[in-house]
Each structure stands twice: as structure tokens, then as C-alpha cells.
């Protein structure tokens, strides 16, 4: 059983770790930083800067969920944390791709550099949330 305990801790403090580093991503490869010049003479950022922004909200939940996956001591609360985080890491791809799309040339910097760090810490994020919610091995005696 206490082999059990420190699996979902280690579970949890890595899935914490992940959201920290989907908070960090936009500051570790920044986003483009230009200010797009509408008709009407109005500036406003482009459109990666949401993204940027949505990702960092996103990195945060991710995060307060590993801490709470940290500290769970029971399994059913484990379990629907984990599929919490799978969710989360389906939406943390999405969110480059089509919820908030990052800009359309593919030379810039969100699309070189932010982009597939996202995708690739969704992945890990979703990865994560399905080795949390697999059901539980049980020996069956016959």
C-alpha cells in the first residue's frame, strides 16, 4: 500500500511539474510581440498573445490539480483528478490549434518555438491523466 501512496505522489508532483512548465513556456519561447495596426488606426496584440495568455491560465489549473492528485489519499478521488488532468492536457493541445490559434505564417516565432512546446506538454499532460485513471489491477482467486 505504501508503494501505492508514493506512485500517486510522484504522479501528482509530475503532473504539478507540467503545469509549471506550460505556465513558463510563453517566457521560455516567447510568443511574437508586434501590435497589429487595425483600419480604424486601433493597435491590438496579436493573436498569439491570447494564446499565450489562455496557456498560462491553463498551466495553473493543471498545476492545482497535481498538487490536489499530490495529496489524495483515496483512489476514486485519484481517479477522477486524473481524468480532470486528461481533459486538461486535450485541451492545453487544443488551445494553440483551434481555440485560440496562434498566427498564421508558419515562420513565426509562436509557430517555431511556443506551439509545439504546447502540444508536446498537452501530450505529456494527457498522458499523465491516463496512467492516473486506469482502473486498478485486482487479483482475482479462484
Known amino acids: 500500500m505504501l508503494k501505492k501512496i508514493d506512485e500517486t ?13 506550460i505556465i513558463a513556456t510563453p517566457w521560455l519561447l ?8 487595425l483600419v480604424s488606426g ?3 496584440p496579436m ?22 492528485l499530490a495529496f489524495s489519499m483515496e483512489k476514486e478521488t485519484y481517479r477522477k483528478l ?11 493541445i487544443l488551445t494553440p490549434i483551434y481555440f485560440l490559434p496562434t498566427c498564421m ?5 509562436c509557430n517555431l518555438g511556443t506551439k509545439p512546446a504546447l502540444i508536446l506538454l498537452g501530450g505529456i499532460t494527457l498522458l499523465f ?6 482502473p486498478e489491477k485486482t487479483s482475482t482467486q479462484e
Not at 501528482?12 to 512548465?21: E, K, P, S, T, Y
Open 9 to 21: 505522489k510522484k504522479l501528482g508532483w509530475g503532473v504539478a511539474l507540467v503545469g509549471l512548465l
Open 30 to 37: 516567447p510568443v511574437c510581440e508586434g501590435l497589429l495596426e
Open 42 to 44: 486601433k493597435t491590438v
Open 47 to 68: 493573436r498569439c498573445h491570447w494564446t499565450a495568455q489562455a496557456e498560462i491560465l491553463l498551466g495553473c489549473l493543471v498545476t492545482v490539480v497535481g498538487l490536489l
Open 82 to 92: 486524473s481524468l480532470v488532468v486528461l481533459v486538461l492536457g486535450i485541451i492545453v
Open 105 to 109: 505564417s508558419p515562420d513565426m516565432a
Open 129 to 134: 491523466g491516463l496512467i492516473g485513471s486506469r
